[in-house]
């Protein structure tokens, strides 16, 4: 029977014999995804759709891991998309896979090789025009579970009571309660935060990943598991003595290191892609360059920050929350003022507050008395001046400086209309186009955030003071 990717709807065979005559022969879980997953390498596919920034570094060991048949640990900080590349396995199963399709039983026994008691009398028992074949569909075959809280009987089994109290004998299979692991049978069992799992837990799984077999209650039950096994954990966890037992680390056949975008550039793209945020509709908006290069550079300045504690990592959840809320402010405020197209400003972060907290950890010891939010503001600010420094030539920041001694101010504010601008900085216009070619912009809107990106450039680079009152934000000399 022939094996694709693209399959939408499981085979019409519905008997033994009828699956034998098709040709189809049974194959281990981790032989199959390697004999996929060669196939569309070969092909030049895209083995990965939607994974930025790894191409290099962390689906070459992906690949390696694959053909070698091992078992995986994905090893990052949080938001750099170990659960979605566990997840992006399973397009390397088969569309559909047969099962013996045996009434009350957890086990999608392989047809040819079942490895429960029902399963085996039911070969035992019935000619194969008799013996019910079921289709298994590839998205079904992955299972995950979040380490903190799980239990032995989660994910491994559990006697049952009731079936005890119904005359089974403890020690046999009929009187277990299968777990995650038994029912991922053919399939990808996936353990998130795997620091975080119980010891008791982690000794479970010893047998699971080398024999390939499990123990309840010490009744040695024996079960030929055919399944890859996944596992995540952030570094500093993981590395932590005494967290992962050492004879389960040993029993992982590879690790995957994770980071975050080693360019700016590529967190942009992750960031947008990740945002999801359509651009467009009634109220379309317009991103300038630089303001999508501040909100990435708000993350990095954080990763570095010694307000943040570096072992929690910041999040690529942490940019598209920022991209999202940024944008919606925008968008507000072309709604209520009849502006078209939305275009964000520098004012418009000061709402990063909202969808920043809870996903940084603050540093106790850098941040002191600080609160988060204090430290979101101060992240801004670090990260327009970096930005500013690229864009804005030196020359003419001294002219500035010298028309803001003379008292002018300029006030700015999200919710100011973008034709207001223009009549604030008529006394300046030779000084602007020094610093920043903002008259080259010729939508109001643009020019308008524009000026206000030159304006906190200028405040973050120590040549103008910066003061807010009531959403007006009022730049000055110092």
Not at 135 to 148: F, N, T
Not at 426 to 447: C, I, M, T
Request: charged share 25%; hydrophobic share 40%; proline share 6%.
């Amino acid at each position: 029977m022939p094996r694709t990717l693209d399959a939408t709807t499981p085979p019409t065979i519905r008997t033994l014999a009828e699956l034998r005559a098709s040709g189809w022969k049974s194959r281990p879980v981790k032989s199959e995804l390697r004999d996929n997953f060669t196939r569309m390498l070969a092909a030049k596919e895209t083995l990965f759709p939607g994974v930025l920034g790894y191409d290099s570094t962390v689906l070459p060991e992906i690949a390696h891991a694959i053909l070698a048949g091992h078992d995986m640990l994905f090893l990052g900080e949080k938001g750099q998309g170990k659960s979605r590349l566990m997840r992006a396995l399973v397009r390397f199963l088969d569309p559909w896979v047969p099962y013996l399709d045996i009434p009350g039983c957890p086990v999608h026994e392989d047809p040819e090789k079942p490895i429960t008691r029902a399963g085996r009398d039911m070969l035992a028992t019935l000619p194969p025009e008799r013996v019910p074949i079921a289709w298994w569909k590839r998205e079904d075959r992955y299972a995950e579970r979040l380490a903190p809280g799980t239990k032995f009987a989660d994910v491994v089994g559990e006697i049952d009571p009731s079936k005890l109290a119904a005359g089974e004998a403890m020690g046999s299979e009929q009187a277990l309660h299968f777990g995650l692991i038994p029912r991922t049978h053919r399939g990808i069992f996936a353990m998130n935060e795997l620091p975080d799992l119980d010891e008791l837990v982690q000794v479970g799984l010893f047998n699971v990943l080398e024999e390939r077999d499990v123990q309840i209650r010490g009744y040695p039950i024996r079960f030929d598991l055919d399944i890859l096994v996944l596992f995540s954990a952030n570094p500093t966890t993981y590395n932590r003595s005494g967290k992962v037992i050492p004879q389960l680390k040993d029993r992982i056949g590879s690790v995957i290191q994770t980071h975050y975008p080693l360019e700016r550039a590529l967190g942009e793209a992750i960031t947008r892609q990740e945002a999801g945020i359509d651009l467009g509709g009634d109220w379309p908006v317009k991103v300038p360059p630089f303001m999508d290069a501040i909100i990435e550079q708000v993350s990095i300045q954080a990763r570095k920050s010694r307000f943040v504690d570096h072992a929690s990592g910041v999040s690529a959840r942490f940019s598209a929350s920022n991209w999202r809320t940024m944008v919606a402010s925008a968008r507000r405020r072309a709604i209520q003022l009849g502006e078209k197209p939305a275009v964000p400003r520098i004012s418009d972060l000061a709402h990063l507050a909202s969808s920043g907290a809870g996903k940084l950890e603050l540093d106790l010891m850098g941040s002191h008395q600080m609160t988060e939010r204090q430290v979101i503001d101060a992240l801004v600010t670090e990260a327009v001046g970096a930005v500013f420094q690229e864009y804005v030539d030196q020359h003419g920041m001294e002219a500035i400086a010298e028309i803001f001694s003379k008292g002018v101010k300029v006030e700015v504010g999200d919710q100011l209309p973008s034709t207001q601008y223009a009549e604030r900085l008529q006394r300046v216009p030779p000084a602007w186009e020094k610093a920043f070619e903002v008259n080259s912009a010729s939508d109001a809107a643009v020019r308008a955030s524009c000026v206000e990106f030159v304006l906190a450039g200028l405040h973050a680079t120590d040549k103008v003071s910066r003061s807010e009152k009531h959403g007006r934000i009022t730049y000055q000399v110092r």
